[in-house]
């Protein structure tokens, strides 16, 4: 599978954008797809995750009640959306996606995005 990022850019301290990752190659609803975020000098974080169903997520303590993560399997895109967005999400965003068991290590994430870029400006 090969996974397209998309939906970044420059939006005020209390806006909103949504993040889209669009798969093609291969059905995205055979993985596990994350979201993940690197901010200059700052190693990658996990910001959330949904498994294959759409069922069960999680969510990075930091995001947790202002990003939701959703997926259509039918459109073979996941999806973050983010609301109340601060300076401090200001990141690369990142989706990735895990053929193998549920997991929130970003080191079992095999097949990789390229990013896009999120400002966030105060």
Same mark, same amino acid.
């Not at 970044?8 to 093609?24: H, K, N, P, T």
């Not at 300076?87 to 989706?95: G, I, M, R």
């Given at each position: ?6 939906? =970044? ?7 909103? @954008? #949504? ?6 190659? +291969? ?6 797809? !994350?979201?993940? #975020?690197? !901010? $200059? =000098?700052?190693? #990658?974080?996990?910001?959330? +995750? ?6 069960? *997520? ?8 202002r990003f939701t993560i959703s #997926? ?12 109340? @967005? +601060? $300076? ?12 193998? $068991? @549920? ?9 990789? =995005?390229?990013? *896009? ?6």
């Amino acid at each position: 599978v090969q996974l397209q990022a998309s939906g =970044g850019g420059l939006v005020q301290a209390g806006g909103s @954008l #949504r993040l889209s990752c669009a798969a093609s190659g +291969r059905s995205v609803s055979s993985y596990h797809v !994350a979201w993940s #975020r690197q !901010a $200059p =000098g700052k190693e #990658r974080e996990l910001v959330a +995750r949904i498994d294959r169903s759409g069922g069960n *997520t999680y969510y990075a303590a930091s995001v947790k009640g202002r990003f939701t993560i959703s #997926r259509d399997n039918a459109k073979n895109t996941v999806y973050l959306q983010m609301n109340s @967005l +601060r $300076p401090e999400d200001t990141a690369v965003y990142y989706c990735a996606a895990n053929w193998g $068991p @549920l997991t929130t290590s970003l080191n079992d994430y095999d097949t990789w =995005g390229q990013g *896009t870029q999120v400002t966030v400006s105060s």
